[in-house]
């Protein structure tokens, strides 16, 4: 069975600050994309950036990146220059399922 | 707008009724998921459609919860007989296999 453990409720950023999420996932596939989702309270998920395990290349998307880490079966999500509007919920995600159980981040002014 | 849409966007039923959720994919993605969603939680699969053909379930869908996608467009979740566990947030998300996108999704309120 697949996998997917976020193991910080909660994270809290300065404003302009970077903050590193964390997750690691277990999966018996030899090919499999991870994605990180951020829900803002509006429950809309968005989103954030996708990664191909057979890629060796970390995905960016702007002021968000990622560290995959194959070996350690590890996929962290990194934002940089925080803003306000980066508070919500992050969900990590193997395609589709399982989804992790989400971590909180809050951005202080 | 090409996005997912899901309807209604909020429903409250009395216990024991009957609900009927309704999501259009996005055009031509030939994958659709449905998730239930608690607050606080994160989407937890519950059933999983290629085309018309329902490939999965999770355990989670009880014997009064069903799904379809006729001809591989719209899908539906049907609950009956609703009970007070039922209210949660039901997020539908397509998919044409490399990443799922989701619609805004449906809370449901059993009182």
């Known amino acids: 069975a697949q996998t997917v453990t976020q193991s910080q409720p909660e994270m809290s950023v300065q404003e302009a600050e970077t903050v590193t999420l964390s997750c690691t996932y277990d999966?018996?596939?030899?090919?499999?994309?991870l994605f990180w989702y951020k829900q803002p309270p509006s429950r809309q998920m968005i989103l954030v950036i996708r990664?191909?395990?057979?890629?060796?290349q970390n995905a960016t998307e702007n002021r968000f990146s990622v560290n995959f880490q194959k070996a350690a079966k590890s996929f962290s999500l990194k934002i940089s220059d925080s803003q306000l509007g980066d508070a919500a919920m992050y969900f990590c995600?193997?395609?589709?399922?399982?989804f992790g159980a989400g971590t909180r981040l809050t951005v202080k002014p | 707008d090409t996005g997912v849409s899901q309807n209604p966007r909020h429903k409250i039923t009395k216990r024991g009724q009957n609900v009927t959720f309704r999501c259009d994919p996005i055009?031509?993605?030939?994958?659709l998921y449905w998730y239930r969603q608690t607050l606080g939680q994160g989407p937890e699969f519950l059933t999983y459609?290629?085309?018309?053909?329902?490939?999965?379930k999770s355990r989670l869908l009880s014997d009064r919860f069903s799904a379809e996608r006729p001809k591989g467009s719209f899908s539906t979740l049907e609950i009956q007989r609703t009970e007070q566990g039922d209210s949660a947030m039901y997020l539908c998300?397509?998919?044409?296999?490399?990443?799922?996108?989701f619609g805004q999704g449906t809370r449901l309120t059993v009182v």
């Open positions: 995600a193997l395609l589709a399922r399982p």
């Open positions: 459609f290629q085309n018309e053909a329902q490939l999965e």
């Open positions: 999966t018996s596939e030899s090919d499999y994309y």
């Open positions: 990664q191909e395990a057979y890629k060796q």
């Open positions: 055009s031509e993605h030939n994958r």
């Open positions: 998300a397509s998919s044409p296999y490399t990443e799922a996108f």
